[in-house]
């Protein structure tokens, strides 16, 4: 565990967390978590399709009395340093997962179990989704960036209409046919009306992978949801956004729990 001083907030350890997920493939993720005795709020962050888990305010949240946990999926990229193989690799293989890193993260002495935010970008967003359905018991919230709910589309999106192939090279890594199959078949709008926890969703205005309208379409379906266009922002919207995305985070976690 390495510990950590950040000016203007208070000091936090980083910490290798590892777990098993249902296959019993093995996880690793990292855990942020601010210096202190008490039971701290936990934002668990799911990362996109290609990328691994650096998320970057884990360490400004946990500055702020927010630890943070963010992991790779199993397959999820390139540079894993979970299990597993991209080919076999699906939004739900992903929200298991997540299911396995957040049992795991409950039984910590720093977390709030009843403080539990699944945030996440991209595919991560969509797989929040899933998990979030899955697991509303267990969580107070969800933060998401963008998520990729056009992969529900994908042979009409990424293939002009036609049938995706057994396996394919696509981004940074091949997937095979149950990548578009296991989301394709997700009710996943039904899964945003059954969660009634409250929902920070942004999206940028220029996205050239997920199309504007799907998150339209999501604010129809979530019961308590704040969408958030932000202009001129791509599908990494972080970019340029950080300080308002970390604090209406931070005001949005810390506001759940007074």
Partial sequence: ???????????????????????????????????????????????????????????????????????????????????????????????????????????????????????????????????????????????????ALVITDFEKEYLGGRPMPDKMRFGNMTVSRRYYTDARDCDVYQMMERFKKPVLYYHGSRDEMVPLRYAYEAEKHFPDVKLTILPGAGHMLNYGFEDQLFTEMKDFILKEVQ
């Fill in 1 to 147: 565990m390495f510990g950590f001083r950040s000016s203007g907030g208070q000091g936090f350890s980083k910490k290798a967390i590892w777990c098993r997920n249902r296959r019993n493939q093995r996880i690793y993720g990292e855990a942020y978590i601010p210096d202190g005795a008490e039971a701290y709020p936990l934002v668990i962050y799911s990362h996109g399709y290609g990328y691994n888990m650096s998320f970057l305010e884990a360490s400004r949240l946990a500055a702020a009395g927010i630890a943070v946990c963010e992991f790779d999926f199993c397959g999820g990229s390139p540079w894993s340093k979970s299990d597993g193989k991209s080919t076999e690799m699906s939004v739900l293989t992903e929200a298991d997962d997540l299911e396995a890193v957040l049992d795991e993260m409950k039984k910590q002495d720093y977390v709030d179990e009843k403080r539990i935010y699944l945030c996440g970008g991209s595919q991560g967003g969509f797989v929040s989704i899933i998990a979030g359905d899955r697991r509303q018991e267990d969580v107070a919230g969800m933060i998401l960036y963008c998520p």
